[in-house]
């Protein structure tokens, strides 16, 4: 069991990790996702100890690993890491990058290690190549090695870090092959991965890491059929989205509909919708929203699915309660009713921003 208490990572004036406490249940095979530059790889990095955390704890089978006199050779044999560019010893072959730690490190004999290594080729699906060096191996046979390797140190837990991610389309397969294997063999695995198929269909759990941490951690069906929180939302669905903060009368929207042409341009949109959008924030916010609030605070959220092709256009806003669709400007509503499938508005008195009302365009 590995559980992260408090752990912060920092770099200079980037805070990758913030506060993160989970515990990692032995058996647990997580897929970590997120977007570019939200820790994933600095997770793993400290999960192991290749960086040391800033501050918190890490605890391994309730050994705290980050303690300064905890002798850190003890994790690193419980934990194997696979690495994106495979870090195999061009130097050596196959079957010695194999045999190097077990027997520097577990004090195998050399033929136990070698024979173990053997058995691991085989399972790879590399049977017949210990004498290879890696440069005469393919991306996909090298990772096939590395993780060969990683299991030769029979880890407790595996971490992998984009594991296909440098390979050619072409070699994914056989990779992620061994490592569906791998997560059915009981070993507890955390795998950093840009393939939702992959890791919906090999784990049991996933973090969505976003905001300085793990955002949101549930189970594939969770996480992919129906994220709770807000990014994960857009993440997974992979939304394009704009926001536009209203907070005076004398809001620039002339400026904003340009900012809302470079946004469809960018995310390569069709007229219609882009005429749609402006139409739509013209219409709800100038026209319908304004006119009510004197000291307005509101928000336009336009996200764009480009697999489903739907574009919404969302406003929450302070104050009192008023639904848009009950607007007294029956031009306005009108236009907006004739560009949209649905209108729907929802008031929370508790929450922070108390109306949410959302435009689906047609
Ligand atoms: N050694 C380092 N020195 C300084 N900043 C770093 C270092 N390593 C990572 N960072 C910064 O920490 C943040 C998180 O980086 P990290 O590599 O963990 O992200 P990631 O989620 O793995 O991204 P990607 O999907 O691109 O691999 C980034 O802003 C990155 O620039
Ligand atoms: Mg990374």
Same mark, same amino acid.
């Given at each position: 069991m590995i559980e992260l208490v408090h752990l912060e990572k920092r770099y200079g004036d980037v805070t990758p990790l913030r506060d993160v406490s989970v515990t990692i249940n032995d058996g647990d095979v997580i897929s970590v996702i997120g977007p570019?530059?939200?820790g994933k790889s600095t997770l793993l990095r400290c999960i192991n100890m290749l960086e040391r955390p800033t501050s918190g704890q890490i605890l391994l089978d309730g050994a705290d690993?980050?303690? !300064?006199?905890?002798? +850190?050779t003890l994790a690193r044999r419980k934990m194997g890491m696979v690495f994106q560019s495979f870090n195999?010893?061009?130097?050596?072959t196959v079957i010695e990058n194999l045999m190097l730690a077990p027997v520097?490190?577990?004090?195998?004999?050399r033929q136990e290690a070698y024979d173990t290594g053997i058995a691991l080729l085989k399972r790879v699906?590399?049977?017949?190549?210990?004498?290879?060096?890696?440069?005469?191996?393919s991306g996909g046979q090298k990772q096939r090695v590395a993780i060969a390797r990683t299991l030769a140190m029979d880890p407790d837990v595996i971490l992998l870090d984009? !594991?296909?991610?440098? +390979?050619?389309p072409t070699m994914v397969g056989e990779v992620q092959t061994v490592i569906r294997d791998l997560s059915r063999s009981g070993k507890t695995m955390m795998i950093v991965t840009h393939e939702m198929r992959f890791a919906r269909e090999i784990s049991n759990r996933v973090f969505y890491m976003d905001d300085g941490g793990i955002y949101e951690d549930g189970t594939p069906d969770q996480i992919f059929?129906?994220?709770?929180?807000e990014l994960t939302r857009r993440f997974i669905r992979q939304l394009k989205v704009l926001e536009l903060k209203i907070d005076?009368?004398?809001?620039d929207f002339i400026g904003a509909g340009s900012e809302i042409d470079l946004y469809c341009m960018q995310n390569d949109m069709m007229p219609r919708q882009k005429y749609h959008i402006r139409l739509a924030v013209e219409e709800l916010?100038?026209?319908?929203l304004l006119p009510e609030y004197e000291d307005p605070d509101i928000r336009v959220t336009v996200e764009y699915s480009p697999d489903e092709q739907t574009v919404s256009v969302s406003a929450d806003y302070k104050g009192k309660q008023f639904d848009p669709?009950?607007?007294?400007?029956d031009l306005a509503l009108t236009v907006l009713k004739s560009i949209s499938e649905d209108i729907g508005y929802t008031y929370d008195e508790?929450?922070?921003?108390?109306n949410h009302a959302v435009i689906k365009l047609a």
């Amino acid at each position: 069991m590995i559980e992260l208490v408090h752990l912060e990572k920092r770099y200079g004036d980037v805070t990758p990790l913030r506060d993160v406490s989970v515990t990692i249940n032995d058996g647990d095979v997580i897929s970590v996702i997120g977007p570019s530059g939200t820790g994933k790889s600095t997770l793993l990095r400290c999960i192991n100890m290749l960086e040391r955390p800033t501050s918190g704890q890490i605890l391994l089978d309730g050994a705290d690993i980050t303690a !300064p006199k905890y002798d +850190l050779t003890l994790a690193r044999r419980k934990m194997g890491m696979v690495f994106q560019s495979f870090n195999l010893f061009g130097h050596l072959t196959v079957i010695e990058n194999l045999m190097l730690a077990p027997v520097d490190i577990l004090k195998k004999s050399r033929q136990e290690a070698y024979d173990t290594g053997i058995a691991l080729l085989k399972r790879v699906g590399l049977a017949g190549r210990e004498f290879q060096y890696p440069d005469q191996l393919s991306g996909g046979q090298k990772q096939r090695v590395a993780i060969a390797r990683t299991l030769a140190m029979d880890p407790d837990v595996i971490l992998l870090d984009e !594991p296909t991610s440098a +390979l050619d389309p072409t070699m994914v397969g056989e990779v992620q092959t061994v490592i569906r294997d791998l997560s059915r063999s009981g070993k507890t695995m955390m795998i950093v991965t840009h393939e939702m198929r992959f890791a919906r269909e090999i784990s049991n759990r996933v973090f969505y890491m976003d905001d300085g941490g793990i955002y949101e951690d549930g189970t594939p069906d969770q996480i992919f059929g129906s994220p709770q929180k807000e990014l994960t939302r857009r993440f997974i669905r992979q939304l394009k989205v704009l926001e536009l903060k209203i907070d005076s009368h004398d809001f620039d929207f002339i400026g904003a509909g340009s900012e809302i042409d470079l946004y469809c341009m960018q995310n390569d949109m069709m007229p219609r919708q882009k005429y749609h959008i402006r139409l739509a924030v013209e219409e709800l916010v100038q026209q319908i929203l304004l006119p009510e609030y004197e000291d307005p605070d509101i928000r336009v959220t336009v996200e764009y699915s480009p697999d489903e092709q739907t574009v919404s256009v969302s406003a929450d806003y302070k104050g009192k309660q008023f639904d848009p669709t009950e607007a007294e400007n029956d031009l306005a509503l009108t236009v907006l009713k004739s560009i949209s499938e649905d209108i729907g508005y929802t008031y929370d008195e508790k929450a922070e921003i108390q109306n949410h009302a959302v435009i689906k365009l047609a």
